[in-house]
């Protein structure tokens, strides 16, 4: 049986809880992702998506409810372990690329691995592989200013994976292209996740692109339908 990579049970977020223009923009959300499983977060602008992946991501915490990576209870540890976690056990891609622009896109994929304790030598070896994976093994030397936007993208994709999350999660994560690229990149996407069997929950308001995906969620008036 397949185990959930990520649950997240009765969530509940207030912005202005104290004051009288508080926004309740998750009240009771529920969901849960299989590894190996590709989920699309469907809603449209200001619906609390980004809200559900930093609460998802450990970078924001619920106000109630709990947040369950990889079997861990996430909703009370320190966030010294919460950050060890997001470090570990996920992988971030957003509607910009956030590349470093002085490194190549060979080391913007090695850093992080650097980091996380890699060799040099395995981490550029790896950073490689990704690369090639997503068609950009003859760019590797390139800054991210000399690559077109669903290039930087690309490159974007290999650094979420560097360093072998569990779960990937991304917030309209080909959003910054033109339909035709986006279409391109997101098959890119979609390739590279299944690949590598990680579980991933992807947020778009394109639903083309979510039609694409095992199983599409709609948040909706704060819950997932
Ligand atoms: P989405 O990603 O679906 O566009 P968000 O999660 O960014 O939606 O925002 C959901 C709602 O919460 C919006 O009405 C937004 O204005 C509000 N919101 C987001 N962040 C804050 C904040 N820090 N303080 C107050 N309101 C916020």
């Known amino acids: 049986m ?38 699309a977060l469907v809603a449209p602008s200001g619906a609390g998506k980004s809200t559900l992946l930093h609460i998802a991501g450990l970078l924001d915490n619920a106000d109630d409810g709990v947040v369950t990576l990889a079997g861990q209870n996430m909703t009370n540890e320190s966030d010294r372990r919460r950050t060890a976690a997001r470090r570990s056990d996920l992988g971030f ?3 910009f690329h956030h ?7 060979l080391e913007n994929i ?13 981490a550029e070896k790896y950073a ?14 390139h800054r991210p200013a000399a690559l077109s936007g ?35 990149v ?13 579980a991933a929950l992807i947020a778009t308001h394109n639903l ?3 039609a694409r995906m095992d199983r599409t969620l709609t948040l909706k008036n704060g819950q997932l339908l």
């Open 2 to 39: 397949s185990e959930p990579v990520l649950t997240l049970h009765e969530i509940i977020k207030v912005y202005n809880q104290s004051l009288p223009n508080a926004v309740n923009v998750l009240r009771g959300v529920n969901l849960s992702v299989d590894k190996g499983e590709i989920v």
């Open 93 to 95: 891609i957003y509607q």
């Open 128 to 141: 490689h592989d990704l690369l090639v994976r997503v068609g950009m093994g003859r760019r590797a030397d």
């Open 208 to 210: 083309s692109l979510a």
């Open 150 to 184: 669903g290039e930087q993208q690309r490159v974007a994709f290999c650094r979420a994976l560097a360093n072998g999350p569990s779960l990937l999660l991304a917030d309209e994560p080909t959003g910054n292209l033109d339909p035709e690229t986006s279409d391109q």
């Open 99 to 105: 590349l470093l622009p002085e490194f190549t896109a």
């Open 110 to 122: 090695v850093l992080p691995q650097l980091s996380a304790g890699v060799s040099r030598l395995n």
């Open 186 to 198: 997101f098959d890119i996407l979609l390739e590279l996740v299944r690949g590598t069997g990680l």
